[in-house]
């Protein structure tokens, strides 16, 4: 779908996966306008298509416009759009448990022009992939390093907008973990660096003496699709969670005293990833054993069991095709 300034959104249509022109002045390759979106279309157990709550997916895209001063996209004309889309490639959604079809919305500013103000043209576009398992064989425990040195988003900035420019800031903190054989950053906020923020690509829990705890949404943590189902479904099940601001010390207490049960991420890739071990400084803990704890694992039995179709979606999240 292309935008231009005085005509709005226009000319949406489908075309086979090729490579784009675009100009070099072109503002997004030097002002990073671009947001984006990641969501997947499932196989059920009855041979059905389904999309997992797709709605919450554009709703998030217009808020990360809002910020990045691009035009609204309209949502109820997406949506349309991205069923058209995966009922035409319908063949291209794998059934292999924990397979599926990527779906990455994007838009990026093109007007070439290189003075900093707004682009005056758009181009929205949906390109989708067949995607493999996140885990070669069940579910693996991941090691992950809180930063240092480096913050990730701050709110005030470019925040929670699911914008380029944050992924782009992250990249360092994902060198500096890698490099010291872990496979994600845990983000602590911009200005204390004490308070729980993410993961590179999830957002975080703690179940800490029997109760589950996220940071609250501030601004800068991005607002996980998984983890807002993720809270109904622990509500669902009478599993107190609780929304709010926690230290990486009070994580690094519940430790040492016992009482730090579980730590798991939430999101589209991730899924549920269990974490089994967590750096903080010199400190090395060690989570549940290194093995998957019982909420995660209800919580994953949950999640993919909605989206192969095999449990009731009873909160109407998803949409068959
Ligand atoms: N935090 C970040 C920084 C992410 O990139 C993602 C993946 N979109 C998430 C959290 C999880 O969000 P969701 O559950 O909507 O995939």
Same mark, same amino acid.
């Given at each position: 779908?292309?935008?231009?300034?005085?005509?709005?959104?226009?000319?949406?249509?489908?075309?086979?996966?090729?490579?784009?022109?675009?100009?070099?002045?072109?503002?997004?390759?030097?002002?990073?306008?671009?947001?984006?979106?990641?969501?997947?279309?499932?196989?059920?157990?009855?041979?059905?298509?389904?999309?997992?709550?797709?709605?919450?997916?554009?709703?998030?895209?217009?808020?990360?416009?809002?910020?990045?001063?691009?035009?609204?996209?309209?949502?109820?004309?997406?949506?349309?759009?991205?069923?058209?889309?995966?009922?035409?490639?319908?063949?291209?959604?794998?059934?292999?448990?924990?397979?599926?079809?990527?779906?990455?919305?994007?838009?990026?500013?093109?007007?070439?022009?290189?003075?900093?103000?707004?682009?005056?043209?758009?181009?929205?576009?949906?390109?989708?992939?067949?995607?493999?398992?996140?885990?070669?064989?069940?579910? /693996?425990?991941?090691?992950?390093? &809180?930063?240092?040195?480096?913050?990730? !988003? %701050?709110?005030?900035?470019? @925040? #929670?907008? *699911?914008?380029?420019?944050?992924?782009?800031?992250?990249?360092?903190?994902?060198?500096?973990?890698?490099?010291?054989?872990?496979?994600?950053?845990?983000?602590?906020?911009?200005?204390?660096?004490?308070?729980?923020?993410?993961?590179?690509?999830?957002?975080?829990?703690?179940?800490?003496?029997?109760?589950?705890?996220?940071?609250?949404?501030?601004?800068?943590?991005?607002?996980?699709?998984?983890?807002?189902?993720?809270?109904?479904?622990?509500?669902?099940?009478?599993?107190?969670?609780?929304?709010?601001?926690?230290?990486?010390?009070?994580?690094?207490?519940?430790?040492? /005293?016992?009482?730090?049960?579980? &730590?798991?991420?939430?999101?589209?890739? !991730? %899924?549920?990833?269990?974490? @089994? #071990?967590? *750096?903080?400084?010199?400190?090395?803990?060690?989570?549940?054993?290194?093995?998957?704890?019982?909420?995660?694992?209800?919580?994953?039995?949950?999640?993919?069991?909605?989206?192969?179709?095999?449990?009731?979606?009873?909160?109407?999240?998803?949409?068959?095709?």
């Amino acid at each position: 779908v292309e935008y231009t300034e005085g005509k709005g959104w226009h000319d949406a249509r489908i075309i086979p996966y090729q490579p784009i022109q675009i100009d070099p002045s072109a503002m997004v390759f030097h002002y990073g306008q671009a947001v984006f979106e990641g969501l997947k279309a499932y196989k059920t157990v009855d041979g059905k298509v389904l999309l997992f709550r797709p709605d919450r997916n554009f709703a998030r895209l217009n808020n990360s416009n809002e910020r990045m001063v691009i035009p609204a996209i309209d949502e109820a004309f997406a949506l349309e759009a991205l069923k058209q889309l995966v009922t035409i490639d319908r063949e291209w959604v794998p059934d292999a448990p924990g397979t599926s079809l990527y779906i990455r919305p994007f838009i990026i500013g093109t007007e070439a022009n290189l003075g900093v103000h707004p682009s005056k043209s758009y181009k929205f576009i949906i390109i989708m992939s067949p995607s493999g398992s996140y885990y070669k064989e069940g579910i /693996n425990p991941v090691k992950i390093m &809180v930063e240092q040195k480096y913050v990730r !988003a %701050v709110a005030g900035g470019t @925040g #929670e907008a *699911k914008t380029a420019g944050n992924y782009a800031s992250a990249l360092k903190g994902q060198e500096i973990a890698t490099a010291e054989g872990y496979s994600q950053t845990l983000w602590l906020d911009g200005k204390e660096k004490k308070y729980v923020e993410e993961v590179g690509s999830m957002n975080i829990f703690f179940k800490i003496n029997g109760k589950v705890v996220t940071p609250a949404l501030n601004g800068s943590i991005l607002p996980g699709i998984t983890r807002d189902s993720m809270i109904q479904v622990l509500k669902s099940k009478n599993i107190p969670v609780e929304e709010r601001r926690i230290t990486i010390d009070e994580v690094v207490e519940a430790n040492k /005293n016992g009482t730090l049960e579980e &730590v798991f991420g939430t999101g589209t890739a !991730a %899924v549920i990833s269990p974490v @089994g #071990e967590l *750096k903080y400084l010199d400190e090395k803990i060690i989570i549940n054993d290194g093995k998957i704890g019982e909420v995660s694992q209800m919580l994953y039995d949950t999640l993919t069991g909605i989206q192969n179709g095999t449990i009731e979606d009873t909160f109407g999240w998803t949409i068959k095709l």
